[in-house]
């Protein structure tokens, strides 16, 4: 059985787009479990590969009418035998549509991993295109895919529930286990006083952030005594920097940037508790990097972390996702910190992330749900 994981991107797992991370994570996990794999990216600059990996990469020039496909990859497409299982990841990629075709006419088999796009909050955006797309386009490549992967509980309703019964398959992303190895469980105690972080791709909307600010505010105004990170950029960037120079929060809030390697997990580390009252999400691995850091968790049932976090008692789940509901849950975290408690509820991140998230385990999942079923 050969597998091949399509993504539009490099897989390239510093990349701050978690999808990378996924297909190079499975891509690595399937490799180590004796499976034959490939994994071809679209992008705009196939001539740059800037990580390693032990699987085989190749990248296809993203052409200007996208859903024209490039001479290179039409010519790979003809050569797959009907063995393979190709494996699409995220959707609304119109090359998909396209490679789904030329798959149909020689009877190979795909899956997809939406990652979050089909969940009913992202829709609106540019709703009539998207929904004439959708109805046209999508649909076809969507409804006869041999299974759909969603990774948390709020990928299952909006458009996925009209799928035939018993093609949505449940499997979350997850960590490599020497990754998890590597990281240095936290200190207990490692400030003078609470530092609550975010890390991730700065977009206010999706992430939360005005909540995470809001919340703050409210936390301060209360006699919270902590600080905030943000670790990341992206677009809204400006708009936060905006927002945070009221005078209740402006020294209190520091934007670290987009790190990488050592000097992103050393700001990492750092960090007391981290911070996720995201809107929507597919799994977010910014949160199971924090978690395995023994970092104590604050999210969203929007996350899909919840059940996790309220099983694992690794943090706080909030019921509302609103800024009063946060300011709380910020001040039982620093109540946790001055008596010392945190250290045991990182702890118990940790644990969970060893126990519920790691890629060896993951990767057999899916052999045995998603691939093995269409052996």
């Not at 990216?41 to 490039?70: D, E, V």
């Not at 398959?169 to 960590?175: H, T, Y």
Request: with cysteine; charged share 20%; proline share 3%.
């Amino acid at each position: 059985m050969k597998i091949i994981q399509i993504l539009n991107g490099k897989a390239n797992p510093d990349s701050q787009n978690g999808v990378n991370n996924v297909v190079h994570s499975l891509a690595t996990s399937l490799l180590d479990n004796s499976v034959e794999v490939e994994v071809w990216g679209i992008t705009k600059t196939p001539q740059n590969i800037s990580h390693k990996c032990g699987y085989s990469l190749r990248l296809f020039k993203q052409t200007a009418a996208r859903f024209q496909l490039s001479p290179e990859l039409r010519l790979a497409l003809s050569k797959l035998d009907k063995s393979c299982i190709v494996h699409f990841h995220s959707g609304f990629i119109p090359e998909y549509f396209s490679i789904s075709k030329a798959l149909k006419k020689q009877g190979i088999r795909w899956v997809i991993s939406p990652h979050s796009a089909y969940i009913a909050n992202l829709l609106p955006i540019k709703k009539a295109l998207k929904s004439f797309y959708f109805k046209y386009i999508e649909w076809h490549f969507l409804k006869n895919a041999y299974a759909v992967v969603a990774t948390g509980e709020s990928e299952k309703y909006g458009v996925i529930q009209r799928l035939q019964k018993g093609k949505l398959v449940m499997i979350p992303n997850g960590l490599s286990q020497s990754g998890i190895e590597s990281q240095t469980p936290a200190n207990p105690k490692k400030n003078n006083h609470i530092l609550f972080g975010c890390y991730g791709r700065l977009d206010i909307r999706q992430k939360g952030l005005d909540i995470l600010l809001a919340g703050f505010k409210e936390y301060i105004l209360a006699g919270g005594e902590g600080e905030l990170w943000f670790i990341g950029g992206g677009r809204d960037l400006g708009k936060l920097k905006m927002i945070c120079s009221d005078k209740v929060i402006r020294d209190k809030v520091k934007f670290l940037g987009p790190l990488f390697g050592t000097a992103k997990l050393n700001a990492q580390r750092k960090v007391d508790v981290a911070v996720h009252p995201s809107r929507w999400e597919g799994f977010p691995l910014c949160i199971l990097e924090m978690a395995s850091l023994s970092i104590p968790l604050i999210v969203s049932r929007h996350t899909n972390f919840s059940k996790y976090v309220d099983q694992w008692n690794s943090g706080q789940s909030l019921h509302e996702n609103s800024s009063s509901c946060l300011a709380k849950a910020m001040a039982q975290s620093q109540e946790s910190f001055n008596s010392n408690k945190l250290g045991e509820i990182g702890e118990n991140a940790l644990r969970m992330v060893n126990a519920e998230f790691v890629w060896s385990k993951i990767a057999s999942r899916h052999l045995l749900e998603v691939y093995g079923n269409l052996k």
